[in-house]
């Protein structure tokens, strides 16, 4: 499965986007190449499920400074 989305932070660049699948007890870190702080980034993640039902993926972004985004984004979907 690919998911594709967009991470602005308005006056910092984004460095990194990270993906749970575990609801936030663990987090997979995507280091981004050459960003700014005056674009949105576009960013694109790959997985394969283990196996078939009810997922819930939250994403978040990471800022110049190492913060990360105080509210992840969330997607629920199922895999059949």
Known sequence: M???GW???FDKR????EFSLDN?????RYDLGDTTADR????????????SGAYQ?????????????PIAA??????L
């Open 57 to 69: 993926m939250k994403v978040r972004s990471v800022n110049e400074d190492g913060d990360a985004s």
């Open 2 to 4: 690919e998911f594709s």
């Open 24 to 28: 936030g007890e663990h987090w997979t």
């Open 40 to 51: 949105w980034v576009s960013w694109t993640f790959a997985w394969t499920p283990e196996a």
């Open 14 to 17: 984004i460095i990194a986007v």
């Open 7 to 9: 991470a602005h932070d």
């Open 74 to 79: 969330v997607h629920t979907f199922e895999v």
